[in-house]
Nanobody, 125 residues
């Protein structure tokens, strides 16, 4: 499956952005999808993930209550709604997909088979 992340940009602290991850090439509903981010000088970290059916989600503690992940399998797209953005949310955001047969979601980067190219989110103070 090929993934294309989009929606990044420059926003002031307290603002919102919605990222999209569009998939092509395989049956999208067979994949759990995760969002990860990498800030300058830091390792890539888990942000959020959603099960293949959309019923299960998981979030990093740093974004709980501010970010929401969702998916539209008819449109082969996963979204990451980011609200109350903080300067520390500045990073390149990547979406990734894992072929699964259950509704499980995982945080480990190594579990994901396919990765998009990343979209830059910059939050100014």
């Amino acid at each position: 499956v090929q993934l294309q992340a989009s929606g990044g940009g420059l926003v002031q602290a307290g603002g919102s952005l919605r990222l999209s991850c569009a998939a092509s090439g395989r049956t999208f509903s067979n994949y759990a999808v995760g969002w990860f981010r990498q800030a300058p000088g830091k390792e890539r970290e888990f942000v959020a993930a959603i099960s293949r059916g959309g019923g299960n989600t998981r979030y990093a503690d740093s974004v709980k209550g501010r970010f929401a992940i969702s998916r539209d399998n008819a449109r082969n797209t996963v979204y990451l709604q980011m609200n109350s953005l903080k300067p520390e949310d500045t990073a390149v955001y990547y979406c990734a997909a894992e072929a699964v047969s259950t509704q499980a979601v995982r945080e480990a980067q190594g579990a994901y088979d396919y990765w998009g190219q990343g979209t830059l989110v910059t939050v100014s103070s």
